[in-house]
């Protein structure tokens, strides 16, 4: 089983103090750990956090300090790693890291990406709809091209089944009518598979990864499901168990993690010259 972890952990080092590193390694034991917000840069993170237990990670750092970012840490020795999406306005905020795992006749990444949150004003929401107008092609042309596992915060919640509160944020960032129909062509026209939903497809209150810090959201689980591991068909039918932990609690948002049924150290070997074929 490859086990793969995605978690927005508003602040790498805040997380960090409230035990999330040794929650994966004395529990989960993971293969490949997606993190998003780090609210840090390099000088910050490579001495503490660029390694966890046997995971190397890789950044994709914000300009802007206290700010963003996102990271996946991996067992495995990727053929080639990619940072951005070649887009100078998103590139600067720290929003996509890929690696990716390569060899004749198979093409396989894992991405960290963290969508843009428009619940701050206008401005926002407009920056939110450029990042998914760009994101959108972007996807499409890798999903021609390779497998993937899309890991992230995607700051939307698709259905009403999707959050506690749906009625009262029908006009509200992250549940508004344009942000759920582009899940809907996502999920629709490139065949992209929200794996957690997949396998629990009637799922409510535990599957929610994210709550408000106001109003004792948390303590009454009035939250929203908005971190995703979304994949392509063949990996996603590889997709064997998904869990939210919503405890303990190292952020405002939840870690999501998926069991697949893929032995990636092939993909492992690959990177070192063998060249037997992935089972995807």
Known sequence: MLTVVSSNLNGVRSAASKGFFDWLHQEVCPDF??????????????????RSGDLQGYFHYAEKKGYSGVGLYTRFTPSAVIYGLGNDEFDAEGRWVETRFDQPGRKLSLISCYFPSGSSGAERQAAKYRFLAHI?????????????????????????IDLKNWRGNLNNSGFLPDERAWLDRLFGELA?????????????????????????????NVGWRIDYQI?????????RSAKVYQEPRFSDHAPLLVHYALDLALADAAAQGYTAPLDV
């Open 33 to 50: 750990v997606a993190v998003q917000e780090l609210k840090a840069q390099a000088a910050q993170v490579e001495p503490a956090f660029a």
């Open 192 to 220: 992209l598979v929200d794996v957690y939903r997949h396998l629990h497809p009637q799922a409510e209150g535990e599957a929610y990864t994210w709550w408000s810090q106001r109003g004792q959201a948390r303590a009454k």
């Open 231 to 239: 994949a392509t068909p063949a990996l996603a039918a590889l997709a």
């Open 136 to 160: 959108y092609p972007h996807l499409s042309r890798l999903r021609e091209e390779r497998e993937f596992i899309l890991l992230g915060d995607v700051n939307i919640a698709h259905r009403e």
